[in-house]
């Protein structure tokens, strides 16, 4: 079985989170796990579109109503040379990201562990 490296990401963060920040609410979203295709479909069928964030933190924090955090492994590329998206799930990404950025929310890339807690850390102190 292959490693899941993103799976571990969040789970790293999620004992971070609990640890420095007992008292915050967060929520993971479960795309970056290997779902069964029957699994997928009913996730699929209660979902508004695709691009949802990986980490949802709640809160109003400085002047956002939370932050969403899309979570990647280490050395993922964002955006090709040209400054185009890098994939066409990554452009899907930004336009859920932008939605939610117009109605209030804080929404990064995290990219691997380290970049993710800076992150957050920036957002809740």
């Given amino acids: 079985m292959r490693k899941n490296r993103e799976y571990q990401i969040c789970k790293d963060i999620a004992i971070y989170m ?20 029957a699994q997928a479909g009913m996730m699929k069928a209660i979902q508004s579109g695709r691009g949802w964030p990986d980490l949802f933190i709640a809160g109003p924090y400085k002047k956002y109503l939370g932050i969403f955090v899309e979570i990647k ?19 899907e990404q930004l336009e859920c990201m932008d939605k939610l950025r117009t109605i209030g929310y804080s929404c990064q890339f995290g990219i691997g562990f380290d970049n993710c807690k800076e992150t957050i850390d920036e957002y809740l102190k």
């Avoid at 609990?18 to 295709?37: C, E, K, T, W």
């Fill in 18 to 37: 609990r640890m420095q920040y007992p008292n915050v609410i967060f929520h993971f979203d479960l795309a970056g796990l290997n779902l069964s295709r």
């Fill in 73 to 91: 492994t280490e050395g993922t590329r964002l955006f090709k040379v040209n400054g185009d998206p890098a994939t066409p799930h990554i452009a």
